[in-house]
């Protein structure tokens, strides 16, 4: 059982945009701003495309955005594309016994 | 091209052990934290070890502690993970990766699959 919760799959149309949740506690998500996403495709390494809650790294398109409330993170995919289909995890900073901890992910399908 | 690439993995018995390398190329890699990521077979991913610039600081997941050791040298822009006691729920892709804040994993290895079997 991962630490934090997203829902298992997630999907919308081109054009479309959608919401990924990743819920925590007051000891990961919601304590820290040391929140990241991530976008795995087939046989691929991960991608960082959010860190810091909201911050994209160089290079990742501005469709995806990050956003917190409490103990719950949030990625909005706008403008959904094809090659967004994809597995995405988010991840969080804890202060328990693992210092690092992960979602289960979410299988986006693009309709 | 900044690059990690992993190597080390392969089958191994229950009990046995395994030792995971990891090479850059193309960033200082004295100056950054580095981590080891896992990624069972259809399954998600898991934080497994870090360690600072300079080896003096090391973390674990609960589930490795006192099984795995990792380590550096940066004179061989090289990371390593030392996996003594292994599991067949130690059966996974190992990621090398590179680790510019908590939990932002920028730069990832294609990484080498593990099997205990």
């Known amino acids: 059982q991962s630490a934090l919760t997203q829902p298992a799959s997630v999907s919308g149309s081109p054009g479309q945009s959608i919401t990924i949740s990743c819920t925590g506690t007051s000891s990961d998500v919601g304590g820290y701003n040391y929140v990241s996403w991530f976008q795995q495709h087939p046989g691929r390494a991960p991608k960082l495309i959010i860190y810091a809650v909201s911050s994209r790294p160089s290079g990742v398109s501005n469709r995806f955005s990050g956003s917190k409330s409490g103990n719950t993170a949030s990625l909005t995919i706008s403008g959904l594309q094809a090659e967004d289909e994809a597995d995405y995890y988010c991840g969080s900073y804890t202060s328990g016994s693992t210092l690092e901890v992960f979602g289960g992910g979410t299988k986006l399908t693009v309709l | 091209e900044v690059q990690l690439v992993e190597s080390g993995g392969g089958l191994v018995r229950p009990g046995g052990s395994l030792r995971l390398s990891c090479g850059d190329s193309?960033?200082?890699?004295?100056?950054?934290?580095m981590s080891w990521v896992r990624q069972a077979p259809g399954k998600g991913l898991e934080w497994v070890a870090n360690?600072?610039?300079?080896?003096?600081?090391?973390h674990y997941v609960d589930s490795v502690k006192g099984r795995f050791t990792i380590s550096r040298d940066n004179a061989k822009n090289s990371l390593y993970l030392q996996m003594n006691s292994l599991r067949v729920d130690d059966t996974a892709v190992y990621y090398c990766v590179r680790e510019v804040a908590w939990v932002a994993f920028d730069i990832w290895g294609r990484g080498t699959m593990v099997t205990v079997s």
């Open positions: 360690i600072n610039q300079d080896g003096n600081e090391k």
């Open positions: 193309g960033f200082t890699f004295s100056t950054y934290w």
